[in-house]
């Protein structure tokens, strides 16, 4: 069983940083792709930041240039380093990986959510 645990949100004035981590762990073949949503009260899931299978990464316009996604393939872990953040920026950030895993007859590939980590940026 597949499972990808967050960490790292908190109460942060405006013009602060936080760094999020994520963590998958379970029977896993390959990690195809990881990234970053986020979701504010009353609006949808948006993409933040992730990393295609190709192993680019693309940026939800709002936050090109104050944050920055990457990943440590030994550890399956990404991180999402948030700088000069903004109160519009408060939101649940949620972490999801399209996972490979093992099974009886061959492998699987789905798509993996974290629990979500709250982040709030106060003004």
């Known amino acids: 069983q597949v499972q990808l645990v967050e960490s790292g949100g908190d109460l942060v004035q405006a013009g602060g940083s936080l760094r999020l981590s994520c963590a998958a762990s379970g029977s896993i073949v390959t990690i195809n792709a990881m990234g970053w949503y986020r979701q504010a009260p009353g609006k949808q899931r948006e993409l933040v930041a992730g990393?295609?299978?190709?192993?680019?990464?693309n940026y939800a316009s709002s936050v090109k240039g104050r944050f920055t996604i990457s990943r440590d393939n030994a550890k399956n872990t990404v991180y999402l380093q948030m700088n000069s953040l903004k109160p519009e920026d408060t939101a649940v950030y949620y972490c999801?990986?399209?996972?490979?895993?093992?099974?009886?007859?061959?492998?699987?590939?789905?798509?993996?959510w974290g629990q979500g980590t709250q982040v709030t940026v106060s003004s």
């Open positions: 990393f295609t299978s190709g192993g680019s990464t």
């Open positions: 999801n990986a399209r996972i490979t895993t093992p099974q009886a007859t061959g492998v699987d590939m789905r798509l993996y």
